[in-house]
């Protein structure tokens, strides 16, 4: 149990330190227990949030999200889940899942990544 608690004590400083250097650009608290994917949640973030995208967590989806509202009325996502499957909704959904609804909240598109980077750059076009 010691190692364990240091371990996440170390990843609290971490992320306090991070906050103090990208204090726009970093998501030190969501409202979903045990969550054990702040790195990939806080790598999305930093290199979206300069294209719109806000941290849109809330307490009753399962897993923290991004959103961005486009000017045409669609909605983008990005749900990214738990690092542990066991701590998933479900095991086999993809661990970055984006979404697009229209402006009347129709699912208009819906794909699974695994690799934070390359919805990076499906996202932004960017290397």
């Known amino acids: 149990?010691?190692?364990?608690?240091?371990?996440?004590?170390?990843?609290?400083?971490?992320?306090?330190?991070?906050?103090?250097?990208?204090?726009?650009?970093?998501?030190t608290d969501v409202p979903h227990q045990n969550y054990d994917n702040y790195?990939?949640?806080?790598?999305?973030?930093?290199?979206?949030?300069?294209?719109?995208?806000?941290n849109s967590t809330w307490k009753n989806d399962t897993c923290p999200s991004l959103q961005k509202e486009e000017r045409h009325g669609n909605?983008?996502?990005?749900?990214?889940?738990?690092?542990?499957?066991?701590?998933?909704?479900?095991?086999?959904?993809?661990?970055?899942?984006?979404t697009v609804e229209d402006r009347e909240g129709y699912l208009v598109l819906q794909e699974g990544f695994e690799n934070v980077d390359k919805l990076i750059i499906f996202l932004t076009g960017k290397v």
Not at 2 to 10: E, I, M, P, R, T
Not at 89 to 96: F, K, Q, R, T, V
């Open 75 to 98: 909605v983008c996502r990005i749900f990214v889940d738990y690092l542990n499957p066991d701590l998933r909704e479900d095991p086999s959904w993809a661990l970055l899942a984006y």
């Open 1 to 27: 149990m010691g190692k364990v608690n240091a371990l996440f004590q170390d990843a609290q400083e971490a992320r306090e330190e991070a906050q103090m250097h990208f204090p726009n650009y970093l998501i």
């Open 39 to 54: 790195d990939m949640l806080n790598k999305l973030f930093h290199a979206l949030a300069p294209h719109g995208w806000e």
